[in-house]
């Protein structure tokens, strides 16, 4: 069978990689999205253990139209039966993109309507009571070329289950596992986040490093699907708690807000890693190890800051981090001019999203001694 793993663009690389770690054959890569193939364990492995991923699909048809005719004959054309029951709730999903159909709205119900005629066919009923479990269809059009597939995750990969409660303009999970596999940590790596808002990078590089699967603590739509092997999902939770290992890197997080770190604490204990959290401004972060890593999402000019604040901000940033010369620092922001304020120009730049506004990450590497 054929998967999608969607992503956000510029993680594509992150996504492929994660995949093939886990045995999985890749087909392809293309913007925001990674083909792959395998059974039903390959799709339980991924739903668990991808950290840089949104969701999985799994594809059922793939056909091109450029009319509402085709559109429906070929959704019709699926073998419905064999996926959905007659009473499975059915909710469709919709984007188009450089398409002839670009009404989301029209291609959803369209995709619909095919569906429920295919059923009552298949199951010669008039009517379908939608009263059973919830499965959900998502119709993607690119070129012209049509993609019908099942969500198999239902919340987005970034549902990890750890964070119930949020700071202003929190950065999402899979964006920050992204950003600290991007940092090229490793598990015996010391890594601070001296602006750690509500803990997603210190928690998403403590699994990390204690190779512990993201999506162990959460169910996934496709557990409910009537036409799947049951045990994959019991499979691979088995292999993921095997999996995991002690670390010895020292992992820190600091804000000046205590709330924030009042709930850093209460995330990480959720997440089931335990971190080292520290109430301080910016002017006293002083890192304990010889080196490091440093990753930070400091408040930009769109966000919870106006831009001269984040301009101060940006000065003593530098001031703080430039002796550390030891240390890697990776820091991400949508602030256009942030290299010219900030007073050096990054080795490394990587233009990512962040909750649909555009970023860049400005990595600069640490001295080699």
Not at 179 to 193: H, N, P
Not at 295 to 315: F, T, W
Request: charged residues 25%; glycine residues 6%.
């Amino acid at each position: 069978m054929r998967f999608i793993a969607t992503c956000k663009m510029g993680v594509e690389a992150l996504t492929a990689m994660e995949l093939r770690k886990l045995s999985i054959n890749v087909l392809a890569v293309e913007d925001a999205r990674v083909t792959f193939e395998g059974g039903f364990d390959a799709m339980a492995r991924a739903c668990l253990w991808l950290r840089t991923a949104e969701r999985v699909l799994m594809e059922v048809a793939t056909f091109k139209a450029v009319t509402f005719s085709e559109l429906f004959d070929g959704v019709s054309a699926v073998r419905w039966s064999d996926y959905l029951r007659r009473d499975t709730f059915i909710h469709v999903n919709g984007k188009s993109a450089k398409s002839t159909l670009f009404s989301v709205s029209d291609c959803q119900s369209i995709t619909k309507k095919a569906i429920v005629e295919n059923l009552k066919k298949a199951y010669n009923t008039s009517v379908l009571p939608e009263s059973g479990n919830r499965v959900i269809v998502e119709v993607g059009i690119l070129r012209d070329i049509v993609t019908v597939a099942l969500d198999c995750c239902g919340a987005g990969l970034s549902r990890r289950g750890y964070r119930t409660y949020n700071v202003e303009a929190p950065l999402s999970e899979t964006l920050g596992a992204s950003i600290v596999l991007l940092s090229r940590f490793f598990s015996d790596t010391d890594l601070y986040d001296p602006m750690c808002g509500s803990g997603t990078i210190p928690i998403e590089a403590a699994m990390i490093a204690k190779n512990q699967a993201p999506g162990i603590h959460r169910d996934f739509a496709a557990e409910g699907w009537s036409f799947i092997d049951k045990c994959c999902f019991d499979r691979a939770r088995e292999e993921a708690n095997d999996s995991v290992r002690p670390y010895t890197a020292h992992i820190e997080g600091s804000d000046i807000d205590a709330r924030s770190i009042e709930l850093c604490k209460k995330h990480a204990k959720k997440a089931g890693v335990m971190l080292e959290w520290h109430v301080r401004p910016l002017r006293e972060f002083s890192p304990r190890s010889e080196k490091g890593i440093i990753i930070c999402n400091p408040p930009y000019g769109e966000r919870m800051l106006d831009a001269g604040a984040a301009k101060k901000l940006y000065r003593e940033m530098h001031d703080k981090f430039t002796p550390l010369d030891t240390y890697s620092k990776n820091i991400i922001t949508s602030f256009a001019e942030f290299e010219r304020v900030y007073g050096a120009r990054a080795d490394k730049r990587r233009k990512l999203s962040n909750g649909g506004m555009k970023c860049t990450l400005y990595s600069y590497f640490a001295n080699k001694r």
